[in-house]
């Protein structure tokens, strides 16, 4: 069962484009929502993260919209570099009693290549 | 600071070998946790512990034990190996000092089971 889907699997941009990625979940008790980058070879890091309090947050190029009644949230990246080019996972968790224990559902994945 | 080290980064086993995928973090993180990465698939929980002695199973357990004999290790077995056992593995570890403390992954361990 998988409770968070993310679209699409594999995205072609070119360089100072905007990169949209999505993901929707089914778990309303989901309360923390990051998204992670991945590298050929290693292993995935945080990127950015939304609580779901707030309906932006903004952290350089990188901006999570989220959208709670939807049960949607996605991924902007602006001005889209080559170096950007890595695996996007959206996930979510519910920390439940205010201790965060990382057990965090994944999305499928996203494969971003930015053109030169 | 070495962080989250996982060996081997690659392995090959017939089916029906058992092996023991090693992990290792130096920042004493409480939670560690073990994620297969398959195409399509995104990350799948396998275990996780919550402390030494504790340990507790994810989406996908069957197939693979733990134990957590001390904070810094975490290692990942594979009982009997099969083909769909196939796939890479990550450990992965985390803080409980703050809330929604970022899980920090190993490089992974690529293992094939023919």
């Known amino acids: 069962q998988q409770q968070v889907k993310q679209s699409p699997q594999s995205l072609i941009v070119q360089k100072g484009g905007i990169s949209i990625i999505n993901c929707a979940y089914e778990n309303t008790a989901f309360d923390y929502f990051p998204w992670y980058q991945q590298f050929p070879g290693k292993g995935p890091a945080l990127l950015i993260a939304i609580r779901p309090d707030v309906s932006e947050k903004k952290e350089g190029r990188f901006t999570i919209s989220f959208n709670k009644s939807a049960k949607q949230f996605s991924l902007h990246i602006m001005d889209s570099q080559p170096g950007d080019s890595a695996t996007y996972f959206c996930?979510?968790?519910?920390?439940?009693?205010?201790?965060?224990?990382?057990?965090?559902?994944f999305g499928q994945g996203t494969i971003l290549t930015v053109h030169p | 600071n070495a962080g989250v080290t996982q060996t081997p980064k690659f392995q090959v086993l017939k089916t029906g070998q058992s092996m023991t995928l090693q992990c290792a973090q130096d920042?004493?993180?409480?939670?560690m946790s073990w994620y297969r990465q398959d195409p399509g698939m995104g990350l799948r929980l396998i275990h996780y512990?919550?402390?030494?002695?504790?340990?507790d199973q994810g989406e996908v357990p069957n197939g693979y034990n733990v134990s957590r004999s001390t904070t810094e290790d975490f290692p990942l077995r594979l009982l009997s190996a099969a083909p769909s056992q196939t796939s890479v593995y990550f450990c992965?570890?985390?803080?409980?000092?703050?809330?929604?403390?970022?899980?920090?992954f190993g490089n992974g361990t690529r293992l094939t089971v023919t």
């Open positions: 512990s919550v402390g030494a002695g504790i340990t």
């Open positions: 992965a570890s985390s803080s409980f000092g703050t809330a929604n403390s970022p899980l920090h």
């Open positions: 920042m004493n993180h409480e939670y």
């Open positions: 996930a979510a968790s519910n920390n439940a009693g205010g201790t965060s224990y990382g057990k965090l559902t």
